[in-house]
């Protein structure tokens, strides 16, 4: 389990909270749930409802659908981030690959937070938006090897 002092730090690492003063920083940190998962135990299961996010103290994890990874993650990152703002079944799976530890931040403290500092929000559509811009370019990039693969025409990734 981290102390006070540990859980400041880790959350003042994520970039979604950058804007936070500090003493609102403290005050999240201290009310986030620490919970910890075995490995191979899954953490989100894809289809599920969820009203949080997750901010990886300790192991790391991988995000998948299915026997298909997406991407992995460690201390100091964090997921889960988009149910946080419509409320839907979650995207992926998460299952930690090594012993893992998480604090995690619930739809009503972001809400709180946001209400505090709207910079928050603006920090979130950003990684999102990021986020969506690289699956895109990873598509793209797919593409291309079939495009090669079946001898057709190769075109610029942009």
């Known amino acids: 389990m981290l102390n006070s002092f540990e ?4 959350v003042r690492g994520v970039p979604i909270f950058k804007e936070l003063r500090d003493d609102f920083l403290v005050r999240l940190a201290s009310i986030m749930e620490e919970r910890a998962y075995a490995v191979k135990e899954p953490i989100l299961i894809e289809g599920q409802e ?14 998948h659908n299915g026997s298909r990874d997406l991407i992995f993650c460690k201390r100091g ?4 981030e988009m149910s946080l703002f419509d409320s839907e079944p979650r995207s992926a799976s998460v299952t930690a690959i090594e012993p893992c530890e998480c604090l995690v931040l619930t ?3 972001l809400y709180e937070a946001v209400d505090e500092t709207p ?3 603006l920090n979130l559509i950003k990684i999102l938006s990021g986020r969506v811009r690289e699956m895109n370019r990873e598509i793209k990039a797919k593409e291309q090897e079939l495009r090669l693969l079946r001898g057709e025409p190769i075109t610029q990734i942009r």
Do not use: N, P, T
Not at 7 to 10: G, H, K, P, T, V
Not at 77 to 80: N, P
């Open 7 to 10: 859980r400041l730090l880790l």
């Open 50 to 63: 969820g009203r949080s996010m997750y901010v990886i103290c300790k192991g790391s994890v991988r995000v």
């Open 77 to 80: 990152d964090f997921f889960g």
């Open 107 to 109: 739809q009503q403290q």
């Open 119 to 121: 910079g928050i929000a």
